[in-house]
């Protein structure tokens, strides 16, 4: 261990997922996720994100204190899982699939859960007159991106892809952490499957363009899509470069896959410069591997 610091949060029973780095930062995600044991004593849930509370974005100098933090207000959420973070001047650009509420815990028992869970993961039109913030649409997680201007403290924020497709788990070519990257890969939602058994099932995967446009949709990234058979479901999505790699995206995509019509598990290896074609190896594999099992591929 080089650095360690006490952050000193106000609250001490906050949960941080995932953190990222630029070349001269570190990115810290702090947002009203809060838990405790005592929780449940005073009638609370033990894991529960306060949707009336406030979020903010840290950006720390890589051996600085809680004193040398520059926070920055944003939007409130509840992301997970960040893509990548960078330096662009004098600011930083940070990406993540956002999230609205807690994946971790159920819905309050005095909701039904299967509406909720209806209504979680499927994204609802905010204009219908039965639209709720605080059920519709709040597992709908979409590629987001913040741009904190150092000098000025101002945030610029916003979605990079259109409504209605749901992803998560976004990986890169790890060569391109805390630096500027053209790439990203993920795992696409199947939000009506996700919405009736109340967990997250990824149907296909995505690649995204950060220096691409859509063609057909204004203001978004191009995105492109690896189409998988009816009821396959992956997880564990990652990206193996290849050990003579020029270009950023020349690798593989490997991730697990399991047929529910067969009840059998495959690796599926993807060439990320022919994403949308068939993959170039589907390995079975002796067992089921579950839903939400994710790791790294080292070479050896």
């Given at each position: 261990m080089l650095h360690k610091v006490d952050l000193k949060f106000k609250s001490s029973a906050c949960i941080i997922h995932d953190v990222g780095v630029t070349e001269n930062y570190?990115?810290?995600?702090d947002y009203p996720q809060k838990f405790g044991i005592e929780r449940p004593i005073l009638g609370k849930?033990?894991?529960e994100f306060d949707r009336d509370a406030k979020s903010r974005i840290g950006v720390m100098p890589r051996f600085g204190d809680e004193e040398s933090i520059l926070w920055f207000n944003v939007k409130n959420h509840c992301t997970y899982h960040l893509i990548n973070c960078f330096e662009d001047d004098d600011k930083v650009i940070v990406r993540g699939c956002k999230l609205l509420d807690t994946i971790i815990t159920t819905p309050d028992d005095k909701i039904e859960r299967s509406e909720?869970?209806?209504r979680a993961y499927i994204q609802h039109d905010e204009s219908s007159q039965d639209y709720d913030p605080s059920k519709d649409g709040v597992?709908?997680?979409?590629?987001?991106e913040w741009r904190l201007n150092l000098k000025t403290h101002r945030v610029?924020?916003?979605?990079?892809i259109e409504n209605g497709?749901?992803?998560?788990?976004?990986?890169i070519n790890n060569q391109f952490t805390g630096i500027k990257n053209k790439y990203s890969y993920t795992q696409v939602a199947d939000s009506i499957a996700s919405s009736t058994i109340g967990m997250f099932k990824y149907k296909m995967f995505a690649k995204l363009y950060f220096d691409e446009h859509d063609e057909e949709i204004n203001g978004n990234i191009k995105v492109e899509y690896h189409v998988m058979d009816d009821n396959h479901f992956c997880s564990g999505?990652?990206?193996v470069k290849k050990q003579d790699a020029i270009d950023e995206d020349d690798g593989w995509v490997v991730c697990y896959v399991h047929d529910e019509n067969?009840?059998?598990?495959?690796?599926?290896?993807?060439?990320?410069?022919?994403?949308?074609?068939?993959?170039?190896?589907?390995?079975?594999?002796p067992q089921r591997v579950p839903y939400g099992y994710h790791g790294i591929y080292l070479y050896k």
């Open positions: 570190n990115i810290i995600l849930r033990f894991i909720w869970y209806r597992l709908f997680s979409r590629p987001y610029e924020e916003g979605y990079l497709v749901a992803m998560d788990f976004p990986v999505i990652e990206f067969k009840n059998q598990s495959k690796v599926y290896i993807i060439d990320a410069k022919n994403f949308s074609k068939e993959p170039v190896a589907k390995l079975k594999l």
